[in-house]
């Protein structure tokens, strides 16, 4: 499943980040690795708010269907 599907407040695990290699690396330097767990906080207008390693970050829902979570 993506994390763009993810319910709010439920912890996840991320298992695999995809797409091309700019965006696997857009999302690494913003924390989004393998093994990481991230938790929705919120979404607001069709964007995400997340907390990975200790940071919110808002993503919007296209990028999050690149990030694979358990």
């Given at each position: 499943m993506s994390l763009?599907?993810?319910?709010?407040?439920?912890?996840r695990i991320?298992?695999?980040v995809g797409g091309l290699?700019?965006?696997r690396s857009f999302l690494g330097n913003l924390g989004f690795v393998e093994?990481?767990?991230v938790t929705v906080?919120?979404?607001l207008g069709g964007n995400?708010?997340?907390n990975v390693k200790g940071s919110r970050v808002?993503?919007?829902?296209?990028?999050?269907?690149?990030?694979?979570?358990s």
């Open positions: 763009n599907t993810a319910l709010t407040g439920e912890k991320i298992r695999q290699y700019e965006t093994g990481s767990d906080i919120t979404e995400l708010i997340v808002a993503l919007s829902k296209e990028i999050a269907s690149h990030i694979i979570i």
